[in-house]
């Protein structure tokens, strides 16, 4: 169906090639802050696993790092809020601060995390008044405004992009040749070690540093059961998944590889937000299908987290996949 919009990729071509020469060549200035910044971003449109990365990131930072005060800063996606908000778990739901956001704070709360659609904005505020001495600024590959220190871009490796077409008929945000801006290459989602000399013949002609991983179940949360909030996964059980994000495959694959019998996916579009009408569907759904378990993604539950929606859930086995990477 996209092979229609074709002669409309060579407008798009030139006007992101014309936007980049212009930074290129200094013709447009970039913000440069006062702490270093570093970028996270993709070449792809839909889901390369770029949160894993950040919280991946974020992590070792706050382990090795630990007289560092790194902050989280978001465009916040999705939300129905605008300007600098600081996340807070007690304050806001996804619909203020978008589910990425929120997933990270909820992950590391001694960490400022803040959403903002002006990066510049963010940046000075998260530096002036908490105090942050480095920036990890999500989705901002294309996002030239704002100078960065490093910049890591994730690749999915179930789609790569040289295989792929520039938008609109395709998924690539940029012509292959942004990647000469990278620091770093983070190909995610490897699912066979043997693949790796492949992707790295792939990647090797932009001369950046490779690193090679694939996301596995951490834990599996079960936040409204009070009998059963927390299993390691053990695989066997029948599960029905739901989910909204950019790769609903690799979220199915994950589940299987393992070992638990997925009856079935019920799939949104990515940073779907569920309405009361959709999880009593869901509800039904799983009922019928005589599944032991109703099973999402750590993002789809912060989603739905504090929402009318989710108060539906009650009585249901429902629990979210907390993911962590395995490097090569």
């Known amino acids: ?41 993709n070449i792809s ?9 950040a919280e991946y990131l974020i992590d070792f930072i706050c382990t090795h790092y630990s007289e560092k005060k790194p902050a989280y800063l978001s465009r916040g996606y999705g939300r129905k809020t605008r300007g600098f908000l600081r996340v807070s778990l007690e304050t806001g739901t996804a619909a203020d601060f978008g589910d990425e956001a929120l997933q990270v704070a909820g992950k590391f709360p001694s960490v400022t995390v803040a959403v903002c659609e002006d990066r510049r904005v963010g940046i000075k505020r998260l530096a002036e008044e908490y105090q942050a001495d480095m920036i990890i600024l999500d989705d901002a ?26 938008l609109p008929a395709g998924n690539l945000r940029e012509p292959l040749s942004a990647l000469k801006r990278a620091d770093f290459l983070v190909v ?74 997925v009856v079935g996916h019920i799939a949104y579009s990515d940073h779907y937000f569920y309405s009361e009408s959709d999880i009593r569907k ?12 109703l099973l999402t993604t750590e993002k789809d539950y912060w989603r739905l987290r504090g929402s009318r929606a989710y108060n539906l859930l009650d009585g249901v086995a429902f629990g979210y996949v907390e993911m962590k990477l395995e490097w090569f």
């Open 1 to 41: 169906m996209r092979q229609i919009l074709l002669p409309l990729v060579p407008v798009y071509r030139g006007i992101v090639g014309l936007r980049n020469y212009l930074y290129d060549k200094g013709w447009i200035n970039s913000y440069r802050a006062k702490i270093p910044v570093v970028s996270l971003g």
């Open 45 to 53: 449109t839909g889901g390369t696993g770029k949160t894993p990365v």
């Open 141 to 166: 590959f294309q996002h030239r405004k704002v100078a960065r220190d490093r910049n890591i871009v994730v690749i999915d490796a179930t789609r790569m992009p040289d295989t792929d077409r520039l």
């Open 188 to 261: 995610n989602k490897v699912e066979d070690i043997a693949r790796i000399p492949e992707l790295r013949r792939r990647l090797e002609k932009w001369g950046k540093p490779l690193f090679f991983c694939h996301p596995v179940i951490n834990t599996l949360r079960f936040p409204r059961e009070k009998t059963l909030t927390q299993t390691k996964p053990e695989g066997g059980k029948k599960v029905l998944l739901f989910s909204g994000i950019g790769n609903a495959r690799s979220f199915e694959q994950l589940i299987c590889q393992a070992g638990f019998e």
């Open 282 to 293: 869901i509800r039904e759904t799983f009922v019928i299908s005589e599944a032991e378990w």
